[in-house]
Nanobody
Framework: QVQLVESGGDLVQPGESLRLSCVAS??????MGWYRQAPGKHRELVAT???????KYSDFVKGRFTISGDIAKNTVILQMNTLKPDDTAVYYC??????????WGQGTQVTVSS
C-alpha cells in the first residue's frame, strides 16, 4: 500500500515561514512534489523535484518557496518563506512512481492570516 504523509501545516502571519514535509512509503518514485487547493479553486502545482534533482516551480512561488528532498528516500520538503494570505490552502504531497502512476497524500492545511 502506497502512503504519502504530509506534516508542517499551520496558521501563520503574513511574512512568516513554514516548512512542509512529506514522507512516502510503498513505492519507488521518479518525482515528488507539492500541489495546493484553496477554497473554491482547482488544485494547482506548487513545485516538483525529480530523482535527478531537477526542480520546477509555479510562477507565484518563485523566489519564495524552495523544494528539496531525497527522492531515493521518498522524502520531499517545501520551505515556504514570505507567506501571503493568497498562499492559504490545503497543500498536498504528490508522488509519481517509476511506472508513472500518481499518488497523493491527505493534505495539510496552511493558513496565512493576521
Amino acid at each position: 500500500q502506497v502512503q504519502l504523509v504530509e506534516s508542517g501545516g499551520d496558521l501563520v502571519q503574513p511574512g512568516e515561514s513554514l516548512r512542509l514535509s512529506c514522507v512516502a512509503s510503498g513505492s519507488t518514485f521518479r518525482a515528488m512534489g507539492w500541489y495546493r487547493q484553496a477554497p473554491g479553486k482547482h488544485r494547482e502545482l506548487v513545485a516538483t523535484i525529480t530523482n535527478r534533482g531537477v526542480t520546477k516551480y509555479s510562477d507565484f512561488v518563485k523566489g519564495r518557496f524552495t523544494i528539496s528532498g531525497d527522492i531515493a528516500k521518498n522524502t520531499v520538503i517545501l520551505q515556504m518563506n514570505t507567506l501571503k494570505p493568497d498562499d492559504t490552502a490545503v497543500y498536498y504531497c504528490n508522488g509519481e512512481s517509476i511506472w508513472f502512476k500518481e499518488f497523493w497524500g491527505q493534505g495539510t492545511q496552511v493558513t496565512v492570516s493576521s
